[in-house]
Nanobody, 120 residues
Framework: QVQLVESGGGLVQAGGSLRLSCAAS????????MGWFRQAPGKERELVAS?????????YYADSVKGRFTVSRDNAKNTVYLQMNSLKPEDTAVYYC????????????WGQGTQVTVSS
């Protein structure tokens, strides 16, 4: 059974940093793309960043987070990270980790989400 478990959310002041973790288990993810999504109240869920498990240099960032967020993964720990720096109040959202097979467009596996709140 696939499980994605996020951690690391919390309350931080604007300009601060947080690192989110997503511990993945239940299968081999070498052929998967891991994504970080976020959803703010009243807004649609959006893809923030993604990384190809087999190639850590293959990444994607939404324009709103480029230069501030960094996605990475640790094969030994089967964990994906989202380092978030220079946080802004508009980054406030529930952040979700998700996984999709490389050759599919749909994310099949989702974590439960972790709340990130950035105060001004």
């Amino acid at each position: 059974q696939v499980q994605l478990v996020e951690s690391g959310g919390g309350l931080v002041q604007a300009g601060g940093s947080l690192r989110l973790s997503c511990a993945a288990s239940g299968r081999t993810f070498s052929s998967y793309i891991m994504g970080w999504f976020r959803q703010a109240p009243g807004k649609e869920r959006e893809l923030v960043a993604s990384i190809m498990w087999s190639s850590s240099s293959n990444t994607y960032y939404a324009d709103s987070v480029k230069g501030r967020f960094t996605v990475s993964r640790d094969n030994a720990k089967n964990t994906v990270y989202l380092q978030m720096n220079s946080l802004k109040p508009e980054d406030t959202a529930v952040y979700y980790c998700a996984a999709r097979y490389t050759y599919k467009n749909k994310y099949d596996y989702w974590g439960q989400g972790t709340q990130v709140t950035v105060s001004s």
